[in-house]
């Protein structure tokens, strides 16, 4: 499956904000953004064109497809999945994308990012409701429970993993049970439940031309 492979740091500086895509180091003095936030490139510094129109309406897709790890045409198919739903299609799109098993095996903590979850569920490492699942993108749904397959609970990364992001939190539409190594989806996720800085509307917006 096609994936990104190129240095990820570049792409929070493109964004010029923290997407969080390389776990621990997102939050140390070694983050990209803190040491120099200015776009990637040799004339980097000297980008100051406001952005308006078209240029916001693509800054933010590209942004949303970074934090969640997808390429165009899946990016794409998301959308048009939403789209044919009955709602705001902008919320619906991340809620899509939230429910990817990657997305949430990262909300629950056994992963320090989303780029690892999904390194995590390829190898095996996740169960979903007792059997073995493999693909990152799998929708869940409410009831379905997540767990770590009974090989894979003493894997170093998921421990290291877990140790790392007790204080990160869990949304309110998870739950955890630490000591089984195993989450339970409640509830779909609301748009108040996703807590991230962008702005769906311009998505629509944009796709809508």
């Known amino acids: 499956m096609a994936r990104y492979i190129g240095p990820v740091c570049r792409q929070c500086r493109r964004e010029g904000i923290k997407l969080f895509l390389k776990g621990e180091r997102c939050y140390a003095e070694k983050c990209a953004i803190e040491k120099r936030n200015t776009p990637p490139g040799q004339h980097g510094k000297a980008r100051k064109a406001k952005l308006a129109g078209y240029g916001l309406q693509l800054r933010e897709k590209q942004r949303v497809k970074r934090i969640y790890g997808v390429l165009e045409n899946q990016f794409r198919r998301y959308f048009e999945a939403a789209a044919r739903q009955r709602g ?10 939230e429910r990817r098993l990657d997305n949430v095996a990262y909300r629950l903590g056994f992963a320090t990012s989303r780029s690892q ?19 990152p993108s799998l929708q869940v749904k409410p009831g379905d429970v997540i767990g770590v397959r009974e090989r894979s609970q003493k894997n170093v990364f998921l421990l290291h993993a877990m140790d790392e992001v007790k204080g990160r939190g869990i949304p309110e539409w998870l739950s955890i049970q630490a000591e089984q190594m195993s989450g339970r989806v409640l509830a779909l996720p609301t748009r108040a439940q996703i807590n991230l800085p962008v702005q769906e509307q311009l998505i629509v917006e944009l796709y809508s031309k």
């Open 117 to 135: 979850a999904r390194q995590l569920v390829r190898h095996g490492h996740f169960s979903v409701n007792g059997k073995k699942v493999d693909i």
């Open 88 to 97: 705001i299609t902008g919320e619906l799109l991340l809620q899509n994308l």
